[in-house]
């Protein structure tokens, strides 16, 4: 896929993985709308990208993606703001056990909700132009980590309905391709718990260098499975060092391997 022109709609951009994707797109000649919590920052670099890349490419607004009414607000102001969107990257995300009820509405039900916004709006059996759907999920999303259990449930959700979705068999119909980044970890704040209690055992929580991956492998490999339209898998995994690929879903055994399989 050619990125220049694309219509882009991003929540969570402010920071971190959601504005490595952003410049990087924007770079590519894409249009990006952002959304996120904080209102100051989203401004400032709002009129940072637009010196750069002209006030027509990127648009900001404020929005706590966990509230149904601000995500559809958000999402028709995008529309109206870049006339349609071609690519839905829902990934703004907290990783915080003491607040449950927050991790499973920002992480699973918005994920859900800007997923189901997306489809209405890019169906082309109901008039839309069709489009891809991304649900920046994480190496959780098929694996058990004991330090974060109500963070990784709510990756589990994103998982499911997206894949779920995918295999609806008018899909090619609706003209809508669905993805699931499931990258392990990358240096963001995300990754720096400063409370005690965010993580469970945080004491034995060892940040693990060797597996980290470096922002730019990550922002290539995410725009090399944009690029890449063949693929009828749905998750994208990034390892450090790989590149990304796609894969069939994964099951984990109780002895630690991990084997891909297909579900189907
Ligand atoms: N950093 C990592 O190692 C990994 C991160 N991820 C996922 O990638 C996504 C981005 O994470 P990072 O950039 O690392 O984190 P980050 O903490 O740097 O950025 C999170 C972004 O989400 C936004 N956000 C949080 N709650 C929000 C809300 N209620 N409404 C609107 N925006 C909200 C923040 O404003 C921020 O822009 C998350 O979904 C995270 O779970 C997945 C795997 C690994
Ligand atoms: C393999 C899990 C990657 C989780 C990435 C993520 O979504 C958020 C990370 C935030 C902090 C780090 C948290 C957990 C553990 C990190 C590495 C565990 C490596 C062990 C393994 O099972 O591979």
């Not at 990754?191 to 693990?208: A, K, N, R, Y």
Request: charged fraction near 25%; proline fraction near 2%; glycine fraction near 10%.
């Amino acid at each position: 896929m050619d990125l220049t022109g694309k219509r882009v709609f991003l929540t969570g951009g402010n920071r971190g993985l959601g504005r490595a994707i952003m410049e990087a797109l924007l770079s590519e000649g894409a249009r990006v709308y952002f959304c996120s919590l904080q209102a100051e920052k989203g401004k400032s670099l709002e009129a940072e990208l637009q010196d750069r890349h002209g006030s027509s490419s990127v648009f900001f607004r404020q929005c706590d993606v966990s509230d149904a009414d601000q995500l559809k607000k958000t999402f028709d102001d995008a529309v109206s703001k870049l006339g349609w969107v071609d690519i839905c990257i829902n990934n703004a995300g907290i990783m915080d056990e003491r607040k449950m009820e927050d991790t499973i509405a920002v992480n699973a039900v918005a994920q859900i909700r800007g997923s189901q916004l997306a489809l209405d709006h890019m169906r082309r059996d109901r008039g839309g132009r069709g489009g891809v759907i991304i649900n920046v999920v994480s190496e959780t999303g098929f694996k058990p980590v004991y330090w974060v259990p109500v963070y990784t449930a709510s990756k589990h959700a994103v998982l499911g309905f997206t894949t779920s979705w995918a295999k609806n068999p008018r899909m090619s119909e609706m003209g809508v391709r669905w993805r699931c980044v499931c990258v392990g970890s990358v240096d963001t704040d995300m990754i720096h718990p400063t409370e005690e209690g965010q993580m469970v055992d945080q004491s034995t929580f060892v940040i693990p260098f060797a597996l980290l991956i470096e922002m730019s492998e990550y922002v290539a490999a995410f725009l090399k499975m944009l690029r890449d339209q063949a693929h009828d898998d749905v998750i994208f995994e990034i390892q450090n060092g790989t590149g990304g690929r796609f894969r069939k879903r994964q099951i984990v055994d109780s002895d630690g391997v991990s084997n891909p399989v297909t579900v189907d």
